[in-house]
């Protein structure tokens, strides 16, 4: 039974994932790269915090890093420690729960940060909004520099968005994108 599912699988030709436009993807690597270098002199390190969750933006984040998107090739990528980082990105709907967490991971970045909300839940708690338990967004932790809206949002709409804060914040704009 199980071999006739991988069978199946492995036969059946499913469609080739949409390849990312090479160059758009060179352009991005280029400003992002510029930007980060202008900004802090060197790649920008991430640190996530997953703040409750359907782990819909959790896989998209995954994504970014896989051989399409590949989040490395723009001089970003994703660090264990937040000592380390310099991008605090919050997924979930900021749970009342999960404040001190989110303080602390903040409390141990060096500055400067940024700090973004990724999906409708980090926004402004999506559709679990007016629940006790939810917090009402990442705003409700932290000022937020950056907020990727989606339920949830591609990687090719993670990455330009992080590229269009790097842009606007040394202009000292929020940035919206979605």
């Known amino acids: ?6 069978a199946r699988h492995v036969l059946s030709r499913a469609a080739p994932a949409n390849a990312p436009d090479a160059a758009l993807t060179k352009t991005l690597r280029a400003r992002l790269e510029a930007a980060g270098q202008k900004r802090l002199g ?6 996530h915090v997953a703040a409750g969750s359907c782990n819909g933006c ?3 984040l ?3 890093q896989n051989l ?7 001089g970003l990528s994703f660090t264990p420690s937040p000592r380390h980082a310099d991008i605090l990105l919050i997924t979930g709907v900021a749970g009342v729960n999960m404040r001190e967490a989110v303080g602390q991971a903040r409390a141990a970045m060096p500055d400067p940060v940024f700090v973004v909300a990724v999906g409708d ?3 402004d708690g999506g559709v679990f909004k007016g629940s006790p338990a939810v ?3 990442a705003e409700a932790f932290l000022p937020v520099d950056l907020v990727i809206a989606g339920c949830p949002p591609s990687p090719a709409q993670i990455i330009q968005g992080l590229l269009a804060l790097v842009e606007a914040h040394a202009g000292g704009a929020r940035a919206v994108v979605g």
Not at 42 to 47: D, E, F, K, V
């Open 1 to 6: 039974m199980v071999w006739k599912t991988i």
């Open 42 to 47: 060197r790649a920008l390190a991430i640190r």
């Open 58 to 60: 959790e896989l998209e």
């Open 62 to 64: 995954r994504a970014t």
């Open 68 to 74: 399409i998107h590949d989040l490395t090739q723009y």
């Open 121 to 123: 839940c980090a926004v």
């Open 135 to 137: 917090a009402g967004g």
